[in-house]
């Protein structure tokens, strides 16, 4: 009986300690990394050490991750043979981290699992109500000064209607994955267990329709609208026998009310859709780039379309397995950090040739198709697999633009839909091990 108690309570302390690093991940991204690193190497320790009978290392997921590492270690290789001696700084977010991940999956058990659920649902309800007051201070609209909120900035470079100013953190990048989570939860997940969930996921959703606006970011508003458009269809196709919920219809009729709202306040009606219509106009090159009242030259498109030439251009000299992870384009445009662009799907084109962008998709294509398989069970992992395929697929799209899940603290995000297939996977073997079990023994 000790000996429970005592297992039992080291269990609690390293979920607590998950949940900790999950939320350093979510609210402090890109900081506080030496603390991440203790958190880490903590959970590793009390997870092999005390909790080495729960480690589980399923066959398909286990394979996956080493498939991406391999993969990874391929085109480093590549880099080097092409004289790229900086590739050794990619060891970090292409070998070490993704082996980080795969020891955490194979700790983490479906108790462990519904206990970070729990948790991360407060977390996103905590970043979107912080996005807020962020918002509120730079404007000084509360009495409270951006300075002793850590990790907003100002953004001078995007003013809002009514002459209020844009607040921007590091940890708006999660917004692509967190928005399209609480849209998905919001409409299709099975809350009846717990009114108290079921009104935070609708104040999630309420607060992502008003951190999106305030917030202005295109891509932001563009998953926003993909994610609420792909929850919508295919909710039905999940639970088709329950039709129109009575919440699901206010939510609804919600949305249509705040999109009235916007029409009918001329200010903020061509302000939003006048700047993202201007915005894809000078993406495709129909116009020219603006300066702001500022002074600000909002040139990220046109400087967009320049590196989409430049990396083509480079790939086309090694168009089969490319330059390798970590090379630079032959011109350089606006890369702060070597061998990572805004552009993130023409780079893996020009760093992987060919042959590396089929094998990128083809991982995620087999996610893809294991977790819709998954939802189609419509067992109690269904709905967690699509609110996570709806975040996942939001995040990709942002990615698009920006290499958002090149670093440990957004990375995270790719493994996720993999801990799902993990317990699934398990929960199934163990399941069917069990009936042959009975089988047997009645015969």
Known sequence: MVENL????????????????????????????????????????????????????????TMWICSYILFNVFFMFTAFLNGNSSVFSLVT?????????????????????????????FFIFFLLVYSIIGFLSVNQLIPISSKYLPFVNN????????????????????????????IAMCFIENMENSKLFSLLSVLNFILSIVVTVITLKTALIIVFSI????????????????????????????????????????????????????KVKISLGLSA????????????????????????????????????????SSEV???????????????????????????????????????????KTRTNLSTDCYVVLVGLTGMLVANATNPYIEAFDKLIIIFIPVLLIKLYNHSLNRFQHKSSVLFEARR
């Open 289 to 328: 780039v603006q300066v702001n009242k500022y002074g600000v030259v909002d040139a990220g498109a046109d400087i967009r379309l320049q590196q989409i030439d430049d990396l083509i251009t480079t790939w086309e000299k090694r168009p089969l397995f490319g330059w390798g992870d970590g090379a630079n």
């Open 227 to 278: 994610s609420f458009v792909f929850s919508l269809v295919i909710k039905g196709y999940i639970n088709k026998s329950r039709g129109i919920t009575a919440k699901k219809f206010i939510l609804f009729i919600l949305l249509v009310c705040f999109v009235l709202l916007l029409f009918l306040i001329p200010s903020i009606r061509s302000f939003i859709f006048g700047t993202l219509i201007e």
């Open 93 to 121: 977010v292409r070998i070490l981290e993704p082996l980080i991940f795969l020891f955490l999956i194979s700790m983490i058990n479906l108790e462990d699992y519904h206990f970070f659920k729990k948790a991360v649902k």
């Open 155 to 182: 953004d001078f470079g995007g003013v809002l209607p009514f002459g209020l100013q844009k607040a921007t953190s590091q940890n708006n990048q999660w917004l692509y994955f967190l928005i399209p989570c609480s």
């Open 333 to 375: 445009i606006r890369s702060n950090v070597s061998g990572f662009y805004e552009m993130v799907y023409f780079a893996k084109l020009m760093q992987r040739g060919i042959v590396g962008v089929i094998i990128y998709l083809v991982l995620f294509f087999l996610l893809y198709y294991r977790m819709f398989n998954i939802i």
């Open 6 to 61: 005592k297992n039992n309570s080291l269990t609690k302390i390293w979920q607590c300690l998950v949940c900790a690093l999950l939320f350093l991940m979510i609210w402090a991204t890109g900081h506080l990394i030496w603390l991440k690193i203790i958190i880490v190497l903590i959970c590793l320790c009390v997870g092999l050490l005390y909790n080495n009978s729960q480690i589980v290392f399923e066959p398909w997921s």
